[in-house]
């Protein structure tokens, strides 16, 4: 079974701090993702990674950045954490060309709360 | 980003029952239909897909009904349960362009009452 990993739970974050988002896959999978959830609003691409040091931009990039200097690891940066970054963050995977018998693997996700 | 609309957005079935979750879509281009299933505290997983070459695909208790002309598409939980008590999201992407351009519904929480 695909496993992917997000390294916190639950995290608490003042206003202002840089917030490391950490998610390791173990199925050597070459596309990463991460999502956010929002209540009302559904699951929004923020980053998306189809290589090593590779990034793309998704449908809600401002405030964040990514680093991928291995393959199993996506990591999601929160440069400078604001109230309006308090949300779920969902980590996912999938296979090079993403085939209809490919589905994307997600972790279950980090709950952040920025005070 | 073209848009997917879901609806309803929260439903209550009882035991036993039918759940229904409608989706809808602009881009004719669209052409892989997953829909996810969220348990609380967990991320969400595939649940069942369907391409637009067919009308309706089921797997046990769960069918999707696909309308091309339409553009809509809907899940169909028969003989609903308890432990199908979860959120339900639509999706819709081009395959050739890979998941980053999976787009989601806005989702549907699913209680099944006893």
């Known amino acids: 079974d695909v496993k992917v990993t997000q390294s916190s739970r639950y995290l608490v974050k003042r206003t202002g701090e840089k917030v490391f988002l950490e998610c390791v896959q173990d199925m050597d999978h070459e596309n990463m993702f991460w999502y956010r959830q929002d209540p009302g609003l559904g699951l929004r691409l923020i980053y998306f990674s189809y290589d090593v040091k590779m990034k793309e931009k998704g449908d809600i990039p401002e405030g964040y950045s990514v680093s991928r200097e291995k393959k199993e690891r996506f990591s999601l940066i929160l440069e400078s954490a604001s109230t309006n970054q308090t949300s779920m963050y969902l980590c996912?995977?999938?296979?090079?060309?993403?085939?209809?018998?490919?589905?994307?693997?997600f972790g279950n996700g980090t709950r952040l709360t920025v005070t | 980003q073209q848009q997917v609309k879901q609806s309803p957005q929260s439903l209550i079935v009882q035991k036993g029952g039918i759940s229904i979750i409608n989706c809808a879509y602009e881009?004719?281009?669209?052409?892989?239909f997953p829909w996810y299933q969220q348990f609380p505290g967990k991320g969400p997983a595939l649940l069942i897909a369907i391409r637009p070459d067919v009308s309706e695909k089921k797997e046990g208790r769960f069918t999707i009904s696909f309308n091309k002309s339409a553009k809509q598409f809907s899940l169909h939980i028969m003989d609903s349960q308890p432990g199908d008590s979860a959120t339900y999201f639509c999706a819709a992407t081009q395959m050739n362009s890979g998941y980053s351009t999976l787009t989601f519904g806005k989702g549907t929480m699913l209680l099944v009452s006893p």
């Open positions: 881009n004719t281009a669209f052409d892989y």
């Open positions: 996912a995977s999938t296979t090079l060309g993403s085939s209809y018998n490919s589905p994307l693997h």
